[in-house]
């Protein structure tokens, strides 16, 4: 019973901050989290503006804000946002799915740990970039091709997170749902969902962050439309305003995503940490 | 002006380094880029290669402390453009395509030298009726987009009265071509020599080779300078373009063939397949260094292919661009006029 009492010290001070401490607080990451990319465009400016770099390879700021509203206006980024968001959720859809089911499986049963786990950690390790020709060969270069690999980004750090948590149930909590005699279904529903929330969470963040790595390379190399491709496409073109445009939205949107899913984890955490 | 300066001073000091600026004439390092292939040490394959591992240039420099280093990019054409832009480079033998894409966007090279042609290949599936380029009418065909292939495509199109609506273009890397031909995603790819092995392993089969297509099929692409360093150091700009001359000539010599190959296999093509792809090629005739009026209309249907692609948003002026007078004096000092008489635009030869 001491992983209870542990538990509730632990919510405690999660839930009842200093408010005055947590508004500087965020002011205070605020202008940390700001200081370095207003330092690095300052950089971008003043090296643009000396001509210390050629304008051809860092065109100069209001060049590429230019080139954005332009792409905005064309509706070009938009488009190539779109194909790619939808592949992100797609991929991430299938991909943990599996994964959460996978890694429920070889975290749960010892047995199929020793039969799968060693195969899966050995293919996980290769990452998607080696799968690519493999790939190509068996589902063509259409879109399933980046749905697969989407999806296999996707699966490991799920399925690696699920399994962990599902190993992590507190030896107590299961005791006292045999005591009770729960049935399977509210023991699962009640019991190992719950205390696995928080690991299910950081796996869904990490498997994002991975597609979204994914998605640039896949458009990179083996498509034909996407952020990624626009950015491949720009650098043909040696229009370096365009691949600039397209690392300032993938990074924007990659950040906020991020943070998003921080939130949402640390919510998750809290409410489960209470319920525990 | 005071861009252009701090821009020059950079590359002065990246070039030359501890020693101090020389004499006009001896710049200390001369850097040449190309396209480069194979693993571990990429290699080229077309005339800069031969000029390189034959030391043409070099020895237009013995005796002086200028030395001369050659980079092959595997990133083809974009990278040479960066490194152009970046004063990486002094000069840089690249295709047609990227090197317009460069000069349209702001880069200050000079044409030099014809590099001369490179061979462009189609291939089909076997289990498909494709058997000239008429026939590749409704199917999807890969190459990689904004290269010298991509004007042959088109232009191969365009001579067997199709366009590029009639077809499904997928632009794809060279590797990931041969991925999709094998996996029957596309119908056919155009691309360089690394399709022929295609065939003899069955994926594939050959069904167009540019050199037979009449003297405009072929790809092309050009030796160019930066305007600083031939403004710098003309007499050395001489000298690169006789080394680059003799390296042409070196070539056109039919007992040197063989070891040609055998330099160019350097890049990872193995000898068979550089010997078949350039069968029934003079090499002398294939790597005519002259910027005549046959270079000249070909840059420009080149030019006009950038645009029509929107590959480009400004025009290039070809006159301004072209300055065919280095590589004039150095055939006539070598006395190779009768190599290489002038070709008309339609590439006649005009004695």
Same mark, same amino acid.
């Given at each position: 019973?001491?992983?209870?009492?542990?538990?509730?010290?632990?919510?405690?001070?999660?839930?009842?901050?200093?408010?005055?401490?947590?508004?500087?607080?965020?002011?205070?990451?605020?202008?940390?989290?700001?200081?370095?990319?207003?330092?690095?465009?300052?950089?971008?400016?003043?090296?643009?503006?000396?001509?210390?770099?050629?304008?051809?390879?860092?065109?100069?700021?209001?060049?590429?804000?230019?080139?954005?509203?332009?792409?905005?206006?064309?509706?070009?980024?938009?488009?190539?946002?779109?194909?790619?968001?939808?592949?992100?959720?797609?991929?991430?859809?299938?991909?943990?799915?599996?994964?959460?089911?996978?890694?429920?499986?070889?975290?749960?049963?010892?047995?199929?740990?020793?039969?799968?786990?060693?195969?899966?950690?050995?293919?996980?390790?290769?990452?998607?970039?080696?799968?690519?020709?493999?790939?190509?060969?068996?589902?063509?270069?259409?879109?399933?091709?980046?749905?697969?690999?989407?999806?296999?980004?996707?699966?490991?750090?799920?399925?690696?997170?699920?399994?962990?948590?599902?190993?992590?149930?507190?030896?107590?909590?299961?005791?006292?749902?045999?005591?009770?005699?729960?049935?399977?279904?509210?023991?699962?529903?009640?019991?190992?969902?719950?205390? *696995?929330?928080?690991?299910?969470?950081?796996?869904?963040?990490?498997?994002?962050?991975?597609?979204?790595?994914?998605?640039?390379?896949?458009? *990179?190399?083996?498509?034909?439309?996407?952020?990624?491709?626009? *950015?491949?496409?720009?650098?043909?073109?040696?229009?370096?305003?365009?691949?600039?445009?397209? *690392?300032?939205?993938?990074?924007?949107?990659?950040?906020?995503?991020?943070?998003?899913?921080?939130?949402?984890?640390?919510?998750?955490?809290?409410?489960?940490?209470?319920?525990? | 002006?005071?861009?252009?300066?701090?821009?020059?001073?950079?590359?002065? !000091?990246?070039?030359?380094?501890?020693?101090?600026?020389?004499?006009?004439?001896?710049?200390?390092?001369?850097?040449?880029?190309?396209?480069?292939?194979?693993?571990?040490?990429?290699?080229?394959?077309?005339?800069?290669?031969?000029?390189?591992?034959?030391?043409?240039?070099?020895?237009?420099?013995?005796?002086?402390?200028?030395?001369?280093?050659?980079?092959?990019?595997?990133?083809?054409?974009?990278?040479?453009?960066?490194?152009?832009?970046?004063?990486?480079?002094?000069?840089?033998?690249?295709?047609?395509?990227?090197?317009?894409?460069?000069?349209?966007?702001?880069?200050?090279?000079?044409?030099?030298?014809?590099?001369?042609?490179?061979?462009?290949?189609?291939?089909?599936?076997?289990?498909?009726?494709?058997?000239?380029?008429?026939?590749?009418?409704?199917?999807?065909?890969?190459?990689?987009?904004?290269?010298?292939?991509?004007?042959?495509?088109?232009?191969?199109?365009?001579?067997?009265?199709?366009?590029?609506?009639?077809? !499904?273009?997928?632009?794809?890397?060279?590797?990931?071509?041969?991925?999709?031909?094998?996996?029957?995603?596309?119908?056919?790819?155009?691309?360089?020599?690394?399709?022929?092995?295609?065939?003899?392993?069955?994926?594939?089969?050959?069904?167009?080779?540019?050199?037979?297509?009449?003297?405009?099929?072929?790809?092309?692409?050009?030796?160019?300078?930066?305007?600083?360093?031939?403004?710098?150091?003309?007499?050395?700009?001489?000298?690169?373009?006789?080394?680059?001359?003799?390296?042409?000539?070196?070539?056109?010599?039919?007992?040197?063939?063989?070891?040609?190959?055998?330099?160019?296999?350097?890049?990872?093509?193995?000898?068979?397949?550089?010997?078949?792809?350039?069968?029934?090629?003079?090499?002398?005739?294939?790597?005519?260094?002259?910027?005549?009026?046959?270079?000249?209309?070909?840059?420009?249907?080149?030019?006009?292919?950038?645009?029509?692609?929107?590959?480009?948003?400004?025009?290039?002026?070809?006159?301004?661009?072209?300055?065919?007078?280095?590589?004039?004096?150095?055939?006539?000092?070598?006395?190779?006029?009768?190599?290489?008489?002038?070709?008309?635009?339609?590439?006649?030869?005009?004695?």
């Amino acid at each position: 019973m001491a992983t209870f009492g542990a538990e509730d010290e632990f919510s405690v001070v999660q839930a009842a901050p200093d408010v005055f401490t947590k508004a500087k607080s965020l002011v205070g990451t605020g202008l940390l989290i700001l200081a370095l990319p207003v330092a690095l465009v300052a950089l971008w400016w003043g090296a643009s503006i000396n001509g210390l770099v050629s304008p051809q390879v860092l065109p100069r700021p209001d060049w590429v804000v230019q080139t954005f509203l332009d792409l905005l206006a064309s509706g070009d980024i938009i488009a190539a946002a779109a194909v790619s968001f939808r592949r992100i959720a797609e991929g991430f859809l299938i991909g943990a799915t599996l994964g959460f089911f996978f890694g429920l499986l070889i975290g749960k049963s010892r047995t199929a740990d020793a039969y799968l786990g060693p195969t899966f950690r050995a293919l996980a390790a290769v990452p998607s970039l080696g799968w690519l020709p493999v790939l190509i060969l068996l589902l063509g270069i259409e879109e399933s091709l980046k749905i697969v690999i989407l999806a296999k980004a996707c699966f490991v750090p799920m399925a690696i997170s699920t399994a962990e948590g599902a190993r992590n149930i507190p030896a107590g909590l299961t005791e006292v749902a045999q005591v009770l005699g729960l049935r399977k279904r509210t023991r699962f529903l009640k019991l190992t969902i719950p205390a *696995m929330a928080p690991f299910i969470a950081s796996g869904v963040r990490l498997s994002l962050s991975q597609a979204f790595i994914s998605l640039i390379v896949v458009e *990179m190399l083996a498509g034909t439309d996407g952020l990624g491709y626009m *950015m491949a496409w720009g650098r043909t073109l040696f229009q370096l305003d365009i691949v600039i445009v397209g *690392m300032i939205v993938v990074g924007v949107v990659g950040f906020v995503l991020d943070i998003l899913l921080k939130r949402a984890e640390a919510l998750i955490c809290k409410r489960s940490a209470a319920n525990g | 002006m005071r861009r252009l300066l701090s821009t020059f001073l950079l590359a002065a !000091t990246v070039t030359f380094g501890a020693a101090t600026a020389h004499a006009e004439d001896a710049p200390g390092t001369i850097r040449f880029g190309d396209v480069g292939f194979g693993f571990g040490t990429p290699f080229g394959v077309g005339l800069q290669a031969i000029a390189d591992a034959k030391g043409f240039i070099a020895d237009e420099f013995k005796g002086t402390p200028t030395k001369v280093e050659f980079t092959y990019f595997t990133g083809t054409g974009p990278a040479i453009n960066e490194a152009l832009s970046n004063g990486q480079l002094d000069f840089a033998s690249y295709g047609a395509v990227p090197n317009i894409i460069g000069k349209a966007n702001g880069l200050d090279t000079v044409i030099l030298a014809s590099y001369g042609g490179t061979t462009i290949f189609g291939a089909a599936r076997p289990d498909l009726e494709i058997k000239s380029i008429s026939d590749l009418k409704g199917k999807k065909v890969a190459i990689q987009k904004a290269t010298i292939i991509h004007w042959g495509l088109i232009t191969a199109l365009k001579n067997a009265g199709l366009s590029e609506k009639d077809i !499904t273009i997928v632009d794809l890397k060279n590797a990931d071509q041969l991925a999709a031909i094998a996996a029957k995603s596309v119908d056919a790819v155009f691309g360089a020599d690394f399709l022929l092995p295609l065939e003899d392993k069955g994926v594939a089969k050959i069904f167009y080779k540019s050199s037979e297509a009449g003297a405009s099929g072929d790809g092309f692409g050009a030796f160019l300078v930066t305007d600083k360093f031939r403004k710098a150091y003309p007499e050395a700009t001489q000298k690169v373009v006789t080394g680059f001359v003799k390296a042409a000539q070196w070539l056109a010599d039919d007992k040197n063939r063989d070891e040609a190959f055998k330099i160019w296999s350097r890049a990872g093509t193995p000898i068979e397949v550089i010997s078949k792809s350039n069968s029934g090629s003079q090499l002398g005739q294939k790597y005519n260094p002259r910027l005549d009026e046959f270079f000249v209309a070909r840059y420009r249907s080149a030019i006009a292919f950038n645009r029509e692609q929107k590959l480009i948003r400004r025009d290039v002026d070809l006159d301004a661009w072209v300055d065919p007078t280095y590589v004039d004096n150095a055939v006539k000092t070598l006395n190779l006029q009768s190599l290489w008489p002038d070709r008309s635009a339609a590439g006649v030869l005009q004695n």
